[in-house]
C-alpha cells in the first residue's frame, strides 16, 4: 500500500503560482502513474492532472497551459506547478498514485490527505 503526502497549498492572489508535492513511500514510486484530483466545495472531485509512469501527461481542460505535472522518481515525488491561479481553482488538492487507464479516464489506487489551495481575487 503506497502512502501519500501532499504539501505546497495556500493562500494566493489571483494571477499568482503555487506549487504542489506529492512524496509516495510504501510502494514502487516509478512503476505508478501519479495524479492530481481537486475538489471545491459542493462539487464533485475531478482529475486535473496525469502523469503515467512513461512521462505522459494529460490535463483537464481548465487547465491547460497553466498547470504543469511533473515527476522525480528519485525523489519518489510528483509535483503540480499552478501558474496565472484564478479563484475558480479554489479547491482541496489530493494526489493519487496507482494505475491509470487513458481510454476511460479511470484512475485506480491510493490516496492523499489533500491539502488547501485558496485564490483570492
Known amino acids: 500500500q503506497v502512502q501519500l503526502v501532499e504539501s505546497g497549498g495556500g493562500l494566493v492572489q489571483a494571477g499568482g503560482s503555487l506549487r504542489l508535492s506529492c512524496t509516495a513511500s510504501g510502494g514502487i514510486f516509478s512503476t505508478k502513474a501519479m495524479g492530481w484530483y481537486r475538489q471545491a466545495p459542493g462539487k464533485q472531485r475531478e482529475l486535473v492532472a496525469v502523469?503515467?509512469?512513461?512521462?505522459?501527461?494529460n490535463y483537464a481542460d481548465s487547465v491547460k497551459g497553466r498547470f504543469t505535472i511533473s515527476r522525480d522518481n528519485a525523489k519518489n515525488t510528483a509535483y503540480l506547478q499552478m501558474n496565472s491561479l484564478k479563484p475558480e481553482d479554489t479547491a482541496v488538492y489530493y494526489c493519487?498514485?496507482?494505475?491509470?487507464?487513458?481510454?476511460?479516464?479511470?484512475?485506480?489506487?491510493?490516496w492523499g490527505q489533500g491539502t488547501q489551495v485558496t485564490v483570492s481575487s
Open positions: 493519487k498514485a496507482g494505475n491509470y487507464y487513458s481510454d476511460s479516464d479511470r484512475f485506480f489506487g491510493s
Open positions: 502523469i503515467t509512469s512513461g512521462g505522459i501527461t
